[in-house]
């Protein structure tokens, strides 16, 4: 048991120690910001096209849960079907 808990201490301490180190790049730090705003960004759009696109469609459609439900790949043809994307 005191051999399996020094090697989680000494596991614990190396992963903390990149952690820091890690944190202390400034432009790391800058690119993490950026792309989790860009992502932040992302999501918003794709709620937003979503929202346009059941807006077209009648609640309890067929279609409407088809949307609901669809892959990405599935919901990008309705976006083109309803002229939301190009």
């Known amino acids: 048991m005191k ?4 090697l989680r201490n000494k596991a614990t301490t190396k992963l903390n120690g990149i952690v820091k180190s890690t944190k202390a790049k400034k432009d790391i730090g800058i690119a993490y910001m950026k792309s989790w705003e860009r992502e932040k960004e992302l999501k918003a759009e ?3 096209m979503l929202a346009k696109l059941l807006k077209k469609l009648d609640p309890g459609s067929d279609e409407f849960n088809r949307a609901l439900n669809a892959t990405e ?4 043809a309705l976006y083109k079907k309803y002229n939301i994307v190009a």
């Open 3 to 6: 051999i399996f808990t020094l």
């Open 46 to 48: 794709g709620a937003e």
């Open 73 to 76: 790949e599935e919901r990008q």
